[in-house]
C-alpha cells in the first residue's frame, strides 16, 4: 500500500474515531455486572438503603444479592430483584442534557418458584419506565438460567440521570438481573457526517489507485 494510500486509510479511521467520540457522552455506569462489593457466598439478602453492592443503592422490599447460587450472565454474581417482596436496585449516573442513551441488560428468573412469568419495570429519574418479563420454563435451572438480553433508550433531561430497575414480582422469586451497561446513541447528523467522510475517503483511494494505473500504462 502507498504511503499516500495510508495515510487516506488513516484519516478514515480518525474521522471515524473523531465522529463517535463526538456523538458519545461521559455517562459511565459502574459495577454494571455486579463483581464489586461485599462477597455474598452463595448469596445474601440485602434491606432497603443497602449499599452493599458498590455503585447501586437498594431500595423498595430490598433484593438478594446473588453469588455461588445459581450461574450469572456475565462473571460470578448477579441480583435477585425480590427478597422477600418486590425490591429496586438503582444508580444515579451523570448525562448531557438532550442525548439519548441505550441501557442494555440480561434478564432471567429465579428457578425455585416454579415456573412462571417474571416481571420487572425500569425507569430513568422516575419517568420514562419501561416494562419487561422473563417467562421460567421447565428447562431453567440454577445451572441454566436462560439469561436474555433486553435494552431500552431514553433522553436526558437532566444532568444526572437515576436508573432504577424494580421488581413487579411481589414474591421471594423475582426476576434475575446482571451485566447492566449502557452507552451513548450516535446523533442522526453523526452518522451521516461518518459516511459523508468515508464516501470522501473512498472516492479519494479510487482517484488515486487510476492515477497510478495511467501512470504505469
Known amino acids: 500500500m502507498s504511503t499516500k494510500r495510508h495515510w487516506l486509510v488513516g484519516t478514515a479511521a480518525a474521522l471515524a474515531a473523531a465522529l463517535v467520540a463526538g456523538g458519545a457522552s461521559a455517562a459511565t455506569l459502574v459495577n454494571g455486572s455486579f463483581e464489586e462489593g461485599a462477597d455474598p457466598g452463595s448469596f445474601i439478602t440485602l434491606g432497603n ?10 431500595k423498595g422490599h430490598g433484593v438478594d444479592y446473588i453469588g455461588s447460587y445459581w450461574t450469572a450472565a456475565h462473571g460470578d454474581r448477579s441480583v435477585d430483584l425480590s427478597a422477600l417482596n418486590g425490591g429496586t436496585i438503582q444508580q444515579t449516573i451523570d448525562t448531557i442534557v438532550g442525548k439519548t442513551y441505550k441501557v442494555t441488560f440480561w434478564l432471567a428468573g429465579n428457578p425455585d418458584g416454579g415456573q412462571g412469568d417474571k416481571f420487572v419495570a425500569t425507569s430513568v429519574s422516575g419517568d420514562q419506565v419501561n416494562s419487561f418479563s422473563f417467562n ?7 445451572q441454566n438460567m436462560g439469561w ?3 435494552s431500552y433508550t431514553f433522553k436526558a433531561f437532566d444532568p444526572t440521570a437515576t436508573l432504577a430497575f424494580n421488581s413487579q414480582t411481589n414474591t421471594p422469586y423475582g426476576p434475575a438481573l446482571d451485566n447492566v451497561s449502557i452507552s451513548a446513541v ?15 475517503v473512498g472516492a479519494a483511494v479510487r482517484a488515486s489507485r487510476r492515477k497510478q494505473a495511467l501512470a504505469f500504462a
Open 49 to 58: 438503603g443497602s449499599t452493599a453492592i458498590t455503585g447501586w443503592t437498594v
Open 136 to 142: 421460567v420454563g421447565g428447562g431453567n435451572t440454577k
Open 186 to 200: 450516535p446523533e442522526p447528523a453523526t452518522w451521516a457526517m461518518m459516511i459523508m467522510g468515508f464516501g470522501g
Open 148 to 150: 436474555t438480553q433486553h
